[in-house]
Every structure is written in C-alpha cells, then in structure tokens.
C-alpha cells in the first residue's frame, strides 16, 4: 500500500472513533483533504481511494488542479483570498472558508451575482487573538454577520477557525469550544442565520475539533505528507 492509501485508512479509523466517543454519526464529519503544494498525482491517487473533498488555499493553485482535472471534485477554498482573486471562483470551488471582511463578502456577492449562483460561505474567526492570523474577531462577528447575511447570493453556514500552534492537540479544546458556542449564540441572536458547519480541526488536532463538534475537519500533512515550501 502506497502511504497515502494508509494514512487515510488511519485517519478514517480516528475520525470514526472520535464520532463515537461524540455520540455523533460518522456522517456528520465530513474530511476535506488538503492538498496544498502537493502534486496532481497525489490528488489523483486519493480520488482513486474514494476522496472527493479536496482543499487548496491559494487562487493559483486551484486554478493550475482544476484546469489538469477535470473530474468534478468538491474543491474547497481554505486560504487568505484576495478580493482581485475573487472572480476565479464561482462555479469552480464549493465552498469559501476564509472570508473575513465585509469588503470580501460583497465582492463574492457581486461575482456571484454575475453568474447567476448563490455560495456556500464560512466566517474566519479569529478565536486565538492571534496578530498574524486573518479572521474576524469574536465581539466583531455579530456587526459583521448582520450585513453579510444581507447578501443574497452568498450563503453563510458557518464559522472555520485555525487554532493556535500548540504541543497537545488538548490545547485547542477551549478554541474549537468557543467557536461552537459562538454559532449557537449567533444563530440565536440573527434570526436570518442558520449556520450548520464548522470548519475546525487539522492533522494535529482533528479527533478533538470532532469531539467539539466539528463538520469539516482539512487535513493535509497527516494524508499527503509534510509540506516542501520551496
Ligand atoms: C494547510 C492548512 C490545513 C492543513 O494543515 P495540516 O496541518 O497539514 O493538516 C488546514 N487548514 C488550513 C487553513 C490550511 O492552510
């Protein structure tokens, strides 16, 4: 067996463990593979195994992977996105994780409008506080969720955090926690919303994001490898 082929078996294992120890369904997990700097082949071998969620974080990539493969794969954009990139991804990716500004909210509206389509959209929050990370911050997230709900070709389903690095995936517990709360209370507080995903958990802390409640975990490395930035 080729490693990616184990290591998805392994994380299928540890994804359906962690759904039980939940009390959830298997089913309420969905894995996104994150396939970031890593080459068509590799993409191509993980459809073989059954993947069809693939995530990429910049507009240049996705754009070269669909272009070689025209397989309709669910393509998910994870990463900082410029509002000039913007135009590129309707009808080419299913959902965009990282929007983080109400600029970016429109200006995805205004494409989306253009083709006629509506978007599944995450809000980015930054849970950690971090200066270096993207995302709104938590007190932000009601101001910024009341005029982006307004958007009528953008759907918004949930909420996507990157936790701070840490040793021990525990350390991101309080992190996941806090971004679940933060739907429920936003959804209670904008009778417009109805947010359902939460994108929240990574190679290192997976299993624990699922135990709080995460529906799309990206995991990269832990399938594909470590990452060569050249
Ligand atoms: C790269 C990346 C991941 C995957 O990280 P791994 O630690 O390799 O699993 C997940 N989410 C985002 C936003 C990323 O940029």
Redesign the pocket.
């Known amino acids: 067996m080729s490693n990616i082929s184990e290591n998805l078996e392994r994380i299928s294992e540890r994804i359906s463990a962690a759904c039980e120890r939940a009390g959830r369904k298997r089913e309420s997990v969905e894995l996104i593979a994150?396939s970031?700097t890593k080459p068509v082949s590799d993409i191509r071998e993980a459809m073989r195994l059954g993947i069809s969620c693939f995530?990429e974080?910049r507009v240049q990539e996705l754009r070269q992977k669909t272009a070689e493969i025209p397989e309709k794969l669910h393509w998910h954009m994870?990463?900082v996105l410029q509002k000039n990139k913007v135009k590129y991804l309707p009808g080419m990716v299913e959902m965009i994780?990282?929007v983080d500004s109400l600029g970016l909210a429109q200006e995805i509206e205004k494409e989306c409008k253009k083709h006629g389509i509506s978007m599944d959209v995450l809000c980015e929050v930054n849970v950690g506080r971090e200066e270096s990370k993207g995302g709104v911050l938590p007190e932000e997230l009601p101001g910024f969720l009341s005029e982006a709900v307004k958007l009528p070709h953008l759907c918004i389903r949930g909420l996507?955090t990157?936790a701070p690095i840490a040793s021990e995936a525990e350390e991101s517990r309080p992190i996941f926690r806090s971004l679940r709360e933060l739907l429920e209370s936003m959804n209670r507080e904008i009778p417009a919303l109805s947010m359902d995903q939460l994108s929240m958990g990574?190679?290192?802390d997976?299993e624990v994001a699922i135990e709080e409640g995460a529906t799309l975990v990206?995991?990269?490395?832990?399938?594909?490898g470590d990452?060569h930035y050249s």
């Not at 990206?218 to 594909?224: E, K, M, V």
């Open positions: 994150v970031k995530g974080n994870i990463g994780h990282s996507m990157v990574m190679s290192g997976f990206r995991i990269g490395s832990a399938i594909f990452r």
